[in-house]
């Protein structure tokens, strides 16, 4: 069993913006999910663990190890996935997994071939390893970025937004991909779907403006909610009302009508009851940050 525990972490970037705002975690083997609107600080949070940048306080430490300050214990048992890769070089998928591998300190050529082979035929690209990665679709390239990724065998996989532009199709295969791979290592996942953590994760926190808001199995967060969120389509004319009057956590639109979904300890008149989904996990949440 792997564990990563972040302890009271903060990141003030040298602007003044503070990113991170003490956050702890403990996180064991499987996938975890990270979600979170944009601006919420999951990349920087994602960034700060992979030590490309050290945070202002706080402690991370990988199977009790301190890697804040011993950043290269954790390099060798790391694979990251960034939510932006960058300009990728005119090489083959092939040649670029092996480079990146003796950067990882693959050293064995025989070992390096075995592992790139397996890897791309995990990721469904044995086919096209001698393919330049920038001529890949945009699925494609996040199936390279998982295989980058498992180069050097981690115990801890970062994956920043992986999922962002992918069809409906390469998504579902991707998250195969990685749930398959998350049962002997940590899998952190960052992404502002709902969807993605409640097919996937079986641990997650909520963040927003550099806090953890909840944390826990998504199960566990739903029940909390259990015969506290009520619905209601109302006129568009009452939604400000209903805005000032009631904690309301989504609005929706459903064949031009207007639905309003609220959170409420009893039974507001009018309003029916609605089995909670973690859609309401996660925009209650949300709300408890914006009016604080
Ligand atoms: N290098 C930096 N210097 C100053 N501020 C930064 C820097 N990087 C990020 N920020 C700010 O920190 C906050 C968190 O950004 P971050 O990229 O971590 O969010 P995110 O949750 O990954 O968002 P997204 O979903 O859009 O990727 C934002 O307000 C952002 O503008
Ligand atoms: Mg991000």
Redesign the pocket.
């Known amino acids: 069993m792997n564990t990563l525990k972040i302890d009271n972490l903060e990141l003030t970037?040298?602007?003044g913006?503070q990113?991170i705002r003490n956050i702890s975690l403990e996180i064991e083997n499987g996938m975890f999910g990270l979600l979170?609107?944009?601006?919420?600080?999951?990349?920087?949070?994602?960034?700060t663990i992979v030590g490309f940048?050290k945070p202002t306080s706080g402690e991370i430490l990988f199977n009790d190890v301190n890697i804040v300050k011993n950043p290269d214990d954790i390099k060798k048992h790391l694979g990251f996935l960034p939510?932006d890769f960058g300009v990728y070089p005119k090489v083959s998928a092939y040649n670029l997994l092996d480079h990146i591998a003796i950067l990882k300190g693959v050293k064995d050529a025989t070992e390096r071939k075995n592992q790139i082979q397996h890897l791309l035929e995990k990721v469904n690209l044995w086919g096209f390893k001698n393919k330049e990665v920038h001529t890949f679709s945009g699925g494609m390239k996040q199936r390279f970025g998982v295989a980058q990724a498992l180069l050097g065998k981690p115990k801890i996989i970062i994956v920043?937004?992986p999922t962002a532009g992918l069809d409906p199709e390469e998504r579902n295969r991707f998250n195969t991909l990685l749930n398959d791979i998350s049962t002997e290592v940590i899998v952190i996942l960052?992404t502002?779907l709902v969807e993605d953590v409640k097919n996937l994760c079986s641990k997650m926190t909520i963040?927003n403006k550099?806090q953890i808001l909840k944390t826990g199995t998504p199960k566990d967060l739903i029940s909390e909610l259990e015969n506290k969120i009520w619905s209601k389509s109302i006129k568009t004319g009452d939604l400000e009302s209903y805005i000032n009057n009631y904690n309301v956590i989504s609005q929706q639109l459903i064949e031009r009508e207007l639905y309003i979904t609220v959170y409420s300890e009893n039974q507001p008149s009018d309003f029916e009851a609605t089995t909670p989904l973690l859609e309401h996990v996660y925009f209650y949440a949300l709300t408890q940050t914006n009016r604080s």
């Open positions: 970037y040298k602007n913006h990113a979170g609107p944009n601006g919420a600080g999951k990349s920087s949070l994602m960034k940048q939510q920043d937004e960052s502002h963040m550099g």
